[in-house]
């Protein structure tokens, strides 16, 4: 189980966070209670499985929505 | 191509402004019908295009969002040949959405300069013994990390190899720099000015102080107030009922420009904005100050607050006892005597015995046997063939020591100052008294009477002191009760009596043995530095043992409140209007209820923004 960071571009809706948060949270792998798409810094904190989805999955389906992703860390 | 077009939402917004100029020059000076319809038709398909993926990627999440109400509205004017209100309407929203992000950045500006306060990258000891730059996050615990002049630590660690002097200011508060060699811990986030220095890292990311502190803050903009999460759950229902709305309106009436107009005119806008922009304002203006407000809960509560109970001893006071007065019973023999009541007093590790140490400063160290320390009542020891006793009256009536009718004299008048007494007898006989005090703290009076101002009806100091010094400190300070010989259990039960009886309490302390008192008021301020105990059982912390910031606190906290109480007014009376002039007007288009919708949505930005900005007058 990793731990990742991923800093977006600057979210101006809330309804950013809600689309966010249900994006991320339907990849296979990610933990879902550990899901926090936090607004006003613009980040996402989660856990996941790195057996089966990757930081770069996660990105894909934000940037798909329209964010831009920052930077992707994991550890 | 999705991808692209939503980066490049920018270019696409200028290029709308364009065409819509075109479009009007065309209408107003060359009266060209065909150009001016061409460049509106051009600006609205594409001002429509990011609007639309991005209401069909959100939909693909199952979100109904604000820019599927405005996909369908454009769609529909095009259908009704509108071609002027759907570029009009896009170009505003994305506009709109352009400026939102800009502001946006500039009230999270605070928070996010405190974030960026560790650095990115480190000088990691290789596996051949050389340093390289890597990226923070390839530090693991253990590394030898290498700390060069004039940078950042970028880690919780202990100093291996050299020294330096460290600017602890993140941390605690405090600007003068501390000298620091090896074996000496080091927080990350914290200043190297001068020196270099080789640090093991003991402690990395989130789990250093500083990272806490961060964490806390980045959390605390996010935390919700009952109000806001009312809200947060409203508006999750409000599109799509906004959505069905617009559908009955259009089944029932047939009229196809007044069901896309009520889709545009409902959408959230400053109603799901305004709350947590005068929140994270509010927040980056006392991060500035150094003052850390836990979330928008503790806003509330702390901005109702009318009873602040303060501990004394290094709250209201320095926390650095003095002897401030003396009395002598046997001019004789004094060098002596301080020879022995220090050589005593070193045996303990007691303030008050600190503060005679300090006093009586460089004199002749006797050797001490059979030391008995009594407690609450002092010490008792043989020095150089005599019998010494240095404590309180108690520890005289003990050792049967006669005190004449000039000590008492002396002894209440002590005590009326708001001294703490120390009494030395030899072999039986009393020598001498001091009277020890710790200073009120500089401008406390001042500050406290900004509270008084900003509304707080009760200030009350408990202390574990005796009752004399703290009615001192009480009448000093213009205290309104004041309660002495107080433990910490007693502390908490009197704030809980306060509760019962209706106040909101803050309780004001030092975070290290207040933290039941700390956890029980309604809000608990840890004064001084950042110590995990302070940050993690208070609402609010004081980075500086700096009273003024206290007053700072609590009148943010006020206009904060007050804030988001207007740009709830706002943006309820805004969608108010809105609808209630579709109905009843005939004024109302799609055009401008959208320039009204993202008017009010920058008027609660803007309003918020006068937070970064409080000061405390």
Not at chain 2, 251 to 259: H, I, Q
Not at chain 2, 448 to 461: A, T, Y
Request: hydrophobic letters at 45%; charged letters at 25%; proline letters at 2%.
């Amino acid at each position: 189980m990793k731990k990742a960071v991923i800093q977006l571009g600057t979210l101006t809706c809330p309804m950013c966070v809600q689309k966010i948060d249900s994006a991320v949270k339907g990849l296979d792998g990610v933990e879902k209670e550990s899901v926090k798409v936090l607004f006003n810094s613009s980040k996402v904190k989660l856990e996941f499985d790195d057996d089966k989805v990757s930081t770069e999955d996660i990105e894909k389906a934000i940037t798909a929505l329209g964010y831009e992703v920052k930077s992707a860390r994991a550890r | 191509m999705q991808r692209f077009i939503l980066s490049k939402k920018n270019q696409i917004t200028l290029i709308g402004a364009i065409l819509l100029v075109i479009g009007y020059i065309a209408r107003f000076a060359l009266e060209n019908i065909a150009i001016t319809n061409g460049a509106f038709f051009i600006a609205g398909v594409i001002g429509f295009l990011p609007i639309g993926i991005q209401a069909y990627q959100a939909i693909k999440v199952r979100v109904i969002s604000i820019d599927l109400l405005v996909t369908i509205a454009v769609i529909g004017a095009f259908y009704i040949g509108e071609y002027e209100e759907s570029a009009v309407v896009t170009f505003l929203f994305l506009f709109g959405a352009f400026l939102e992000q800009r502001t946006l950045n500039k009230t999270r500006l605070a928070i996010k300069e405190l974030t960026e306060m560790v650095p990115e990258t480190a000088l990691k000891q290789m596996d051949n013994g050389d340093f390289e730059e890597v990226d923070i996050w390839d530090v693991d615990e253990g590394d030898i990390l290498l700390v060069k002049t004039g940078a950042r630590i970028p880690v919780d660690g202990t100093i291996l190899v050299g020294q330096g002097n460290v600017n602890e200011a993140s941390i605690t508060g405090e600007s003068l720099p501390v000298v620091k060699e090896v074996g000496k811990e080091v927080y990350a986030g914290t200043i190297l000015e001068n020196g270099t220095i080789q640090v093991r890292a003991d402690r990395i990311g989130e789990d250093t102080t500083f990272g806490k502190i961060i964490e806390l803050v980045e959390e605390a903009q996010d935390s919700k107030s009952e109000a806001e999460r009312f809200i947060d759950k409203f508006s999750k229902w409000y599109t799509p009922v906004v959505l069905i709305l617009g559908i009955i309106v259009f089944l029932l009436t047939r009229n196809l420009e007044l069901a896309i107009t009520i889709l545009v005119l409902g959408c959230p806008g400053a109603l799901v904005i305004g709350v947590p922009v005068s929140n994270v304002a509010g927040l980056g203006n006392g991060a500035k100050n150094g003052v850390l407000l836990k979330g928008s809960e503790v806003i509330q509560d702390f901005s109702r607050v009318d009873t602040v109970v303060f501990d004394k001893t290094g709250t209201l006071t320095i926390g650095n006892p003095e002897v401030a007065d003396t009395a002598v019973y046997d001019n004789d023999n004094l060098d002596n005597i301080f020879a022995y009541i220090a050589s005593v007093e070193k045996e303990s590790d007691h303030p008050l015995a600190k503060a005679v140490v300090d006093y009586i400063g460089e004199s002749k160290a006797y050797p001490v046997t059979n030391t008995k320390v009594i407690k609450g009542a002092g010490i008792v020891a043989d020095v150089d063939g005599h019998r010494v006793a240095v404590g309180n009256l108690a520890l005289m009536e003990a050792e049967k020591v006669v005190i004449s009718d000039k000590a008492y004299e002396d002894l209440k008048r002590f005590e009326e100052k708001g001294n703490s007494l120390v009494i030395t007898a030899l072999d039986g006989e009393l020598k001498m008294l001091m009277g020890i005090r710790d200073q009120i703290r500089p401008n406390v009076k001042k500050d406290l009477n900004k509270l008084k101002k900003l509304g707080v009806r009760n200030l009350i100091v408990l202390s574990g002191d005796n009752q004399g010094t703290v009615d001192v400190v009480a009448k000093e300070l213009g205290l309104t009760k004041a309660h002495g010989h107080m433990l910490p259990e007693d502390k908490s039960e009197y704030i809980k009596k306060l509760q019962a009886g209706g106040q909101i309490v803050a309780f004001v302390g030092d975070g290290v043995n207040d933290s039941p008192s700390l956890a029980l008021a309604e809000i608990g301020i840890a004064m001084g530095s950042g110590t995990d105990v302070a940050i993690e059982t208070s609402d609010v912390v004081l980075m500086k043992s700096d009273f003024s910031h206290l007053a700072h606190a609590l009148g943010l906290a006020k206009a904060t409140a007050a804030n988001m109480k207007q740009n709830i007014v706002i943006a309820v009376g805004v969608v108010l209007i809105l609808l209630a002039s579709v109905f009843f007007s005939d004024w109302m288009s799609m055009s401008i209820g959208m320039l009204v919708h993202q008017g009010s949505i920058l008027a609660v930005i803007f309003n918020g923004m006068r937070l970064i900005y409080y000061k405390l007058r």
